[in-house]
Nanobody
Framework: QVQLVESGGGLVQAGGSLRLSCAAS????????MGWFRQAPGKEREFVAA????????DYADSVKGRFTISRDNNKDTVHLQMSSLKPEDTAVYYC???????????????WGQGTQVTVSS
């Protein structure tokens, strides 16, 4: 079992930046690819970004490409999402998730955090 705890959410004006963090525990962190997802009110949860177990590969949703950057620190068992040029449509609960590294970056994620709220005001 992998436990994930997100932090760093908050209220920011459009055009601003936020850095989300996710701390993992319970299993060897480098055995997992990590992802960020988000869910806005009334909408389905959607993929935002993912990073491979080594940090060597990343993947982004088109809506955030060029604005968000995912990174990880395997020494500290953490993954980050640096969000810049934020837009009101980025408002959502952001979730950190993990899946076994052999499974690639897209697809079902099996371990989830509780989420952190990001609100972007216009």
């Amino acid at each position: 079992q992998v436990q994930l705890v997100e932090s760093g959410g908050g209220l920011v004006q459009a055009g601003g930046s936020l850095r989300l963090s996710c701390a993992a525990s319970g299993r060897t962190f480098s055995n997992y690819n990590m992802g960020w997802f988000r869910q806005a009110p009334g909408k389905e949860r959607e993929f935002v970004a993912a990073i491979s177990w080594s940090g060597g590969s990343t993947d982004y949703a088109d809506s955030v490409k060029g604005r968000f950057t995912i990174s990880r620190d395997n020494n500290k068992d953490t993954v980050h999402l640096q969000m810049s040029s934020l837009k009101p449509e980025d408002t959502a609960v952001y979730y950190c998730a993990a899946r076994a590294r052999a499974l690639g970056l897209r697809g079902d994620y099996y371990y989830w955090g509780q989420g952190t709220q990001v609100t972007v005001s216009s």
